[in-house]
């Protein structure tokens, strides 16, 4: 059961829902394979049992932190869909609106141990016609989407089916009284048939106030090249994250009443390097990120700080095999986020790093963490 939000929201003047939750997360969930051991999935003789899935990932890792998240989405009535549903409620997440489809099975998928990025790595997905790819604006509760102080989507959603990407383009119209609209890109190659389908990405972002994006999707789905280049395809969104991988992240941020249009050149950018850490997996970093971030958003924390939130985050699940990971207590984090830029940039951190006890202890004595 999610706890009950303290944001202290007074009614909206619009009649537009008055948020309980701090964020609504759409999108599929899938109950994941982790292998039991290092190789190629035909050599690998069992596997563990976990859950993946971009948008339960983020509401599971902000619930953690003691925000309250609702998730929302379409299971089968299978016994995956039983084990997703009790995984993601113990994590704090209300799943009261997840709709159960007697029809359609619930997604799940394997994958190797071997790094995304690498040639090694294998996934092999068993989603097609899942329950969740019959998603559509009809058949889910327009108050409970609309029911937080954001809304956190993603472009996996947009590619599982037509239906799909129409609720999509629903969900990203401009209109009054929505929540924040946060949208992580999230693109797959694997997931559309055609690499132009992608351009659909572009075009819900442009509908998006805060957008994640990588500097590597962008460049792959838009053929664009470059955090600048990518600012100027999207000058809509009032913040635009670009992730640039191992160097770091920067942020655009359009300047309070900018027309919409020439937001790009008027946007300030900030830019915060990445963590050094000892890389145990590379998946699921992308939606910590987007969690930590969105959590500093939440407490209306400045643009940097948000940045070195995210980094910190997505630290925490690139120092564990699975998709999700636990993240680093709110006072530990901001501790962290609060060094100065030479002791930032010495901080490396490797797996066990958000349980250590740092009570009592300055950040700057914590600056190496093994």
């Known amino acids: 059961m999610t706890r009950s939000s303290n944001t202290g929201d007074p009614?909206?003047?619009?009649?537009?829902?008055?948020?309980?939750?701090?964020v609504v997360c759409l999108g599929e969930s899938m109950v994941t394979f982790l292998p039991s051991r290092p190789g190629r999935l035909a050599d690998v003789p069992s596997f563990d049992r976990a859950i993946g899935g971009a948008e339960s990932n983020v509401a599971c890792t902000l619930a953690r932190t003691g925000h309250t998240a609702r998730w929302i989405s379409r299971v089968g009535t299978d016994g995956f869909g039983d084990h997703l549903l009790a995984a993601i409620a113990d994590c704090g997440v209300d799943t009261r609106h997840v709709r159960r489809d007697p029809l359609r099975p619930t997604g799940i998928y394997f994958r190797t141990a071997a790094d995304r990025a690498t040639d090694?790595?294998?996934v092999a997905y068993y989603r097609a016609g899942s329950a969740a790819s019959a998603m559509t604006a009809a058949d889910l509760d327009p108050a409970a989407i609309r029911s937080g102080r954001i809304l956190h989507l993603s472009g996996i959603t947009a590619a599982l089916s037509a239906d799909c990407l129409g609720l999509m383009r629903e969900l990203t119209a401009r209109r009054p009284g929505r929540p924040l609209l946060s949208f992580d890109v999230n693109y797959r190659?694997?997931?559309w048939r055609e690499p132009a389908q992608a351009r659909a990405l572009l075009e819900l972002a442009r509908g998006a106030d805060l957008v994640f994006v990588g500097?590597?999707?962008?460049r792959d789905a838009w053929g664009l090249h470059g955090a600048r280049a990518i600012a100027e395809a999207l000058p809509e969104p009032d913040i635009l994250v670009v992730k640039q991988g191992k160097a770091g992240a920067t942020v655009f941020q359009r300047t309070t009443g900018t027309d919409r249009r020439r937001a790009a050149?008027?946007?300030?950018a900030t830019f915060v390097p990445s963590l050094n850490v000892d890389l145990v997996a590379a998946t699921g970093a992308g939606d910590a990120f987007a969690a930590g971030f969105l959590s500093a958003t939440l407490r209306g924390l400045p643009v940097r700080t948000r940045i070195r939130h995210g980094h910190l985050w997505a630290a925490a699940a690139l120092t564990v095999p699975g998709d999700l990971a636990t993240p680093p207590g709110r006072a530990h984090a901001d501790r962290l986020a609060d060094l100065d830029d030479e002791a930032w940039g010495r901080l490396h951190l490797g797996p066990g790093?958000?349980?250590?006890d740092t009570s009592g202890r300055r950040a700057d004595e914590e600056v190496r963490t093994r």
């Open 11 to 22: 009614p909206a003047p619009d009649g537009s829902p008055v948020p309980d939750v701090d």
């Open 120 to 122: 090694t790595h294998e």
């Open 189 to 191: 190659p694997g997931l």
């Open 215 to 218: 500097d590597d999707e962008a």
């Open 265 to 268: 050149a008027a946007s300030t």
């Open 353 to 356: 790093w958000t349980a250590a």
